[in-house]
Nanobody, 124 residues
Framework: QVQLVESGGGLVQAGGSLRLSCVASGCTFRSYAMGWCRHSPGKEREFVAAITWSGGSTFYADSVKGRFIVSRDNAKNTVYLQMNSLKPEDTAVYYC?????????????????WGQGTQVTVSS
């Protein structure tokens, strides 16, 4: 059974940084592209970032481009989201998800498996 466990969320002031981690088990991690999405109350779930199986290509939502960096360590079955220059509008529960294949095929391809989420709160 595939399990994804996120960690690293918390409370941070605007302008600060956080690094989220997502550890996968029960799957061949390097067989999947991975992604991050977020959900805040009253809003639709939003794609944040994705990375191909090798880490060779990354993709970002316009709202986080230039501030967030997605990376992965296949030896550790872990995908990361480095979040810099955080804004109050980044406040959300952040989820990692597997893609449907090694390549990233767009936001709709994420979500065969989801983690439980980690809360990120950015104060102004």
């Amino acid at each position: 059974q595939v399990q994804l466990v996120e960690s690293g969320g918390g409370l941070v002031q605007a302008g600060g940084s956080l690094r989220l981690s997502c550890v996968a088990s029960g799957c061949t991690f390097r067989s999947y592209a991975m992604g991050w999405c977020r959900h805040s109350p009253g809003k639709e779930r939003e794609f944040v970032a994705a990375i191909t199986w090798s880490g060779g290509s990354t993709f970002y939502a316009d709202s986080v481009k230039g501030r967030f960096i997605v990376s992965r360590d296949n030896a550790k079955n872990t995908v990361y989201l480095q979040m810099n220059s955080l804004k109050p509008e980044d406040t959300a529960v952040y989820y990692c998800a597997t893609g449907s294949s090694r390549r990233y095929m767009g936001p709709d391809s994420l979500g065969d498996y989801w983690g439980q989420g980690t809360q990120v709160t950015v104060s102004s």
